[in-house]
């Protein structure tokens, strides 16, 4: 299986609502997005299922990646993807769609650091996961414990 991880675009710093699962992408944040996911659909980036945080900025994220990767699917809220979850409770929900070719992740920091590296098999951060950024892990078995090879990151410096 092919695992996206897409951290959400720069979102506004205070939401009207002062809740923090409220702030939406500013047009910086749409405009980075979009250039990543522009870059990923031209080398063939297409999930067949894709996850998101219930967060609005994490919603709008997957919304964006739907369109410029063409999926035509639902994009599933699961709670797993907010900021304070854990690595093992990712990793639960993606073995309960071990069925999928290719599942994007739409989510946040801390937590995408933390689910690469548990991913692949550490035990601390790997990587600094920066917003808008893509990452492709690659999984070949389900058990307890994940064991992902890393393919690419993509950050919008580089799209």
Do not use: C, N
């Amino acid at each position: 299986m092919e695992l996206y991880l897409l951290r959400h675009g720069i979102a506004e710093e205070r939401a009207a609502s002062g809740r923090d699962a409220d702030r939406v992408l500013t047009e910086e944040g749409r405009e980075k997005l979009r250039r990543v996911l522009k870059r990923a659909a031209a080398a063939g980036v297409s999930p067949s299922l894709i996850l998101s945080s219930p967060y609005k900025r994490a919603l709008e994220t997957a919304e964006i990646a739907a369109s410029e990767l063409h999926y035509e699917g639902k994009i599933l809220r699961v709670g797993s993807l907010t900021p304070d979850s854990s690595p093992p409770s990712v990793w639960s929900e993606i073995r309960g769609h071990r069925d999928e070719s290719a599942i994007l992740l739409a989510g946040h920091e801390p937590l995408f650091s933390a689910i690469v590296g548990y991913l692949l098999g550490s035990t601390r951060e790997m990587v600094e996961f920066r917003k808008a950024g893509l990452v492709r892990i690659d999984v070949q078995s389900f058990g307890s414990e994940p064991q992902g090879v890393l393919q690419w990151m993509l950050t919008p410096k580089l799209a």
